[in-house]
């Protein structure tokens, strides 16, 4: 019976999550890589042990142009904890559990097809190319699970996929 429970329960937040996913995010003209075949990352870190995780991307490809001094409202500092605060402190670059509501995942997974330059990491230097489907997939499975990170002396997220072990994403 606590199964049952249990199970209507997860269903119930199934399908609040999948409608809150189903927002429009207000950026027509999106023609965006499809993650959906890409294995699922279950517990995804802001920052993990080895140095590995969302903010080292962010780190490593972004910061060049997103300097906590600079004018852009996604800035990336020196620490993950300061730059996952100043990252949820500007409204809709993330939303937790609504990546593709989310500009962070948008600019890095999309083609603005009126506004060529509008995809992430803007290659105006050269080497420069797009993050890869894994990434992109890292980042979003980050957002969808809810965002977390020690900054805000989160718990490590739980939360697990709920369309029967296929992709959640969309
Ligand atoms: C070569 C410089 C450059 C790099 C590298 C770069 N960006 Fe940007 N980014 C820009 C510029 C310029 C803008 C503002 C113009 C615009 O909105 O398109 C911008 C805007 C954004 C925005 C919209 C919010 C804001 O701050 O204005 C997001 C989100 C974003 N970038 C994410 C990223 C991510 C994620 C990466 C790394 C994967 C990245 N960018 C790498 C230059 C860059």
């Not at 083609?111 to 894994?134: D, E, I, K």
């Not at 997220?157 to 072990?165: A, E, H, I, N, P």
Request: with cysteine; hydrophobic share 40%; net charge neutral.
């Amino acid at each position: 019976m606590r199964q049952l429970a249990q199970l209507g329960l997860l269903m119930f937040w199934a399908a609040a999550v999948s409608s809150i996913a189903a927002e429009p995010h207000g950026t027509p003209n999106l023609a965006c890589d499809d993650l959906r075949a890409l294995p699922l990352n279950i517990n995804v870190q802001w920052q993990d042990d080895e140095g590995g995780g969302v903010y080292s991307i962010l780190r490593t490809h972004c910061a060049a142009c997103h300097s906590v001094s600079g004018p852009r409202r996604f800035r990336v500092a020196s620490t993950a904890d300061q730059t996952l605060q100043l990252l949820l402190g500007e409204p809709g670059l993330v939303i937790a559990l609504a990546a593709r509501s989310s500009e962070l995942l948008l600019r890095i997974n999309c083609v603005n097809a009126v506004q060529p330059s509008w995809r992430m990491p803007r290659c105006s230097t050269v080497p420069c190319s797009y993050r890869p489907l894994s990434d992109q997939a890292l980042i979003y499975d980050w957002i969808a699970q809810g965002a977390r990170g020690e900054a805000f002396g989160q718990a490590q997220s739980d939360v697990v996929f709920t369309d029967s072990l296929e992709s959640g994403r969309r």
